[in-house]
């Protein structure tokens, strides 16, 4: 592990994309090494508690967390846009996220780990964090987005909760991916209040266990 640095204040930036208006919320590292781009789900924001754990634990660590909002969820709306939509406004973030110069990793939680999946190997991503990967819809597991995941094309770390209905660990195909499971945690990494670890143990489960991976691939 890297000594601690100290940390600078967040940052927010507005970037135009064909879709509207997105909007990039920097957690910036000192001398950082990597970048990590983290896109929110279609049901919330990047007040998610796992995007936000990673935004105050990794900078530490020397790795700039930039939480991005997609133009659907900065413009307010309820519900979010269709998946070629959301991949076009990746897209066109991208210059943005690849700007301050170190190698950026892709990723998200829930379809924002799959707009990674889907786009991290043409956009040149140094590797792909997929949070809560939903490899179906609940209940129905004949319905898989697995070729999303195993196509990534890029060193993958999936992140996945014992108990998420989208796609439990003990679900997912072999693949050249790594995966690593928090015990009880929901599609939300929400743990039961009697669970043991408990809820703060499960958030520095997946802060350190992405913070030791990204080590690993950091130049």
């Known amino acids: 592990m890297t000594p601690s640095a100290p940390r600078t204040a967040p940052r927010t930036e507005t970037v135009d994309t064909p879709a509207g208006e997105a909007?990039?919320?920097w957690h910036p590292a000192r001398s950082a090494r990597l970048v990590l781009a983290l896109g929110h789900g279609a049901g919330g924001g990047i007040e998610a508690r796992d995007l936000q754990a990673l935004a105050a634990a990794l900078p530490a660590r020397g790795i700039t967390v930039a939480l991005v909002e997609q133009p659907w969820r900065v413009a307010g709306k309820k519900v979010a846009a269709a998946p070629k939509?959301?991949?076009?406004?990746w897209r066109s973030l991208w210059p943005a996220l690849a700007d301050p110069g170190p190698p950026v990793v892709a990723g998200g939680r829930s379809a924002g780990a799959r707009?990674?999946?889907?786009?991290?190997?043409?956009?040149g991503a140094h590797a792909v964090l997929a949070l809560s990967f939903?490899?179906?819809p609940p209940g129905k597991p004949e319905k898989s987005r697995a070729d999303e995941l195993t196509g990534a094309g890029q060193p993958t770390l999936v992140v996945q909760g014992a108990r998420d209905p989208f796609g439990r660990p003990e679900?997912?195909?072999?693949?050249?991916?790594?995966?690593?499971?928090?015990p009880f945690g929901d599609h939300?990494?929400?743990?039961?209040?009697?669970?043991e670890p408990g809820q703060e143990a499960a958030l520095g489960l997946i802060a350190g266990a992405v913070g030791d991976w990204l080590e690993r691939l950091a130049p």
Do not use: N, S
């Not at 939509?85 to 406004?89: N, Q």
């Not at 679900?171 to 928090?182: A, D, K, Q, R, S």
């Not at 939300?188 to 669970?195: D, H, L, Q, S, Y």
């Open 134 to 136: 939903p490899l179906h």
């Open 115 to 123: 707009v990674a999946c889907r786009t991290g190997a043409e956009l």
């Open 23 to 25: 909007r990039i919320t």
């Open 171 to 182: 679900e997912f195909p072999e693949g050249t991916y790594e995966l690593v499971e928090v």
């Open 188 to 195: 939300g990494f929400a743990v039961p209040k009697k669970a």
């Open 85 to 89: 939509v959301l991949d076009e406004g």
